[in-house]
């Protein structure tokens, strides 16, 4: 069984920061690629970033320079520090990874979601 727990959610002000955390338990042989998906109320889903297990980044333009990702091997962790926040980027964000529990092949993950509110 493999979890992704998700924390840091919450409000934030305009121009305001915050940090969420994703960590991933269970059955776990190997994880591949760690990302964050963000969704607003009647909009789709749509990737935030995403990291290789070697560290190689990918960010929608709309958070370059903003938002930063990152990840800890050891404990099965990825980060996604949100720095200069818009209330555009209010939205639930998910966690997703690409995870092998036997060694032979790779299935994608996800956590619950947390909410981020950007508000005054």
């Known amino acids: 069984q493999v979890q992704l727990v998700e924390s840091g959610g919450g409000l934030v002000q305009p121009g305001g920061s915050l940090r969420l955390s994703c960590a991933a338990s269970?059955?776990?042989?190997?994880?591949?690629?760690m990302g964050w998906y963000r969704q607003a109320p009647g909009k789709e889903r749509e990737l935030v970033a995403s990291?290789?297990?070697?560290?190689?980044?990918n960010y929608a333009e709309s958070v370059k320079g903003s938002f930063t990702i990152s990840r800890d091997n050891a404990k099965n962790t990825v980060y996604l520090q949100m720095n200069n926040v818009k209330p555009e980027d209010t939205a639930v964000y998910y966690c997703?990874?690409?995870?092998?529990?036997?060694?032979?092949?790779?299935?994608?993950?996800w956590g619950q979601g947390t909410q981020v509110t950007v508000s005054s």
């Open positions: 997703t990874t690409s995870l092998s529990v036997t060694g032979r092949s790779y299935d994608d993950y």
């Open positions: 269970g059955s776990i042989f190997s994880i591949g690629t």
């Open positions: 990291i290789t297990r070697y560290g190689r980044t």
